[in-house]
């Protein structure tokens, strides 16, 4: 595990001033360039495939559709992208997290909107966890939003960057912190085998439970249950509210993700593993445990994987979704564990896939950059395309709309 303390940071909010665009969006065939000089009758221009002006005969110069697959825009932030993006509700807004900076950035333009900029005052090294990623989609209010830098915490009001409040933890944070539903509450876990419940507004710690080692991934939070998985492969349940052992659950190996829950909360995936460095032959396992009992529902292997992404399961809990290191997709039935189909990508597949809205698609990434769309109930292709280098993280908008993918400082929208 190689973990290093950020030093002193300062906290400035930058208004907007138009963003952080790699590459702008390209007029479609047929469409008049951007760059065509307007007269009085306001010729039409594209971006992005919708119409940006009005025309004089719309029938001649109306922009056609923009392609599946197709780049919208893509954002470059200053340092590596750290979390998955959050998506207001209606994706009209995209937040993305470099550890040390917030960006809210215009969903369909890619615009920055405002930043939060903690400026570093002396060098440091990025936090990374040896077993696999830090990085999950944060269960929290579509208000607030938590950040932690040099062990002080920061709660951001998502509409404007402010900073609602802060604290010091007076301890070494380990993990993306996690705000519960009515944003009273924050949930952490610290490299001293801790997971730890603050009050949001006083940072007061409200309880701590020590688990048997380092916690390699994030906490769940649902149902008033914190669910965290430990290096001594071992998955606890700790009441929200008190801190007490519900359960714990031994698996094979350490885990290798955030756990998720089923949507109506009564299963728990999670998926373990064992070091690929000192053993190549080790196994990559998913588990479905009872969320209220700790006890095993079924478990499935697959080929060894360090950084494996988290499982993921559709909305009416009927197919689980979980990538391998030998670049295959499995969907399995998610009462059962038997397999339904598989789906072989070009290479690894590291990151959690992503549903689209209406669960009709599923998109995976691979270690060698590429965006798959696939259909989630037969795992037929749809589309494939090339994205940014070195993919942790895929979430899909509304149906039609895009896909967001993070890699390195970039975060990519692709259509939909």
């Known amino acids: 595990m190689a973990l290093s303390v950020q030093t002193l940071f300062a906290l400035m909010v930058v208004p907007a001033v138009g963003g952080a665009l790699s590459s702008g969006p390209q007029c479609n065939a047929g469409c008049i360039p951007e760059h065509t000089k307007l007269k009085d009758g306001r010729v039409h221009c594209c971006t992005g495939g919708h119409e940006s002006l009005a025309c004089p005969k719309p029938a001649h110069y109306r922009c056609g559709p923009t392609l599946p697959g197709s780049q919208l825009w893509v954002f470059e932030a200053d340092t590596a992208l750290v979390r998955d993006p959050l998506l207001s509700a209606d994706s009209s807004t995209v937040y993305v997290d470099s550890g040390d900076s917030l960006y809210a950035l215009n969903g369909s333009t890619g615009i920055t909107l405002w930043s939060v900029d903690f400026i570093k005052t002396n060098p440091t090294d990025i936090v990374e966890c040896r077993l696999g990623l830090t990085t999950s989609r944060p269960n929290l209010s579509p208000l607030y939003y938590a950040m932690n830098v040099n062990d002080e915490m920061y709660i951001i009001d998502l509409l404007t960057g402010s900073t609602i409040s802060s604290f010091l933890t007076n301890h070494v944070i380990a993990s993306v912190p996690v705000l519960s539903t009515d944003s009273k509450v924050l949930y952490a876990t610290g490299i001293d085998d801790n997971i730890l419940a ?219």
């Open 198 to 416: 603050f009050d949001t507004f006083s940072g007061d710690i409200l309880w701590t439970f020590t688990v048997g080692s380092w916690i390699p991934a994030a906490p769940l939070l649902g149902g008033g249950v914190v669910y965290v998985g430990s290096a001594d492969s071992t998955i606890y349940a700790v009441d929200a509210h008190t801190g007490i052992k519900l359960w714990a659950f031994a698996a094979a190996g350490p885990p290798l993700s955030v756990p998720v829950l089923s949507h109506n909360g009564g299963v728990l995936y999670t998926v373990t593993g064992g070091s690929c460095a000192s053993d190549s032959n080790a196994k990559s396992t998913v588990y479905a445990v009872d969320a209220h009992t700790g006890s095993q529902i079924w478990s499935v292997y697959f080929n060894c994987s360090c950084e494996l992404g988290a499982p993921v399961v559709n909305k009416d809990n009927t197919i689980v979704y979980a990538g391998g290191g030998d670049g295959v997709l499995y969907a399995v039935n998610a009462s059962t564990g038997s397999t339904i189909w598989i789906f072989g990508a070009d290479s690894a597949i590291i990151a959690t896939p992503a549903l689209g809205p209406s669960d009709r698609v599923l998109y995976i990434t691979s270690s060698n950059a590429v965006l798959y769309a696939v259909n989630a109930l037969t795992g037929a292709p749809r589309w494939s395309v090339q994205t940014v280098f070195n993919p942790k993280a895929v979430t899909s908008g509304t149906d039609n709309a895009a896909v967001y993918v993070i890699g390195g400082n970039s975060l990519q929208a692709i259509k939909a």
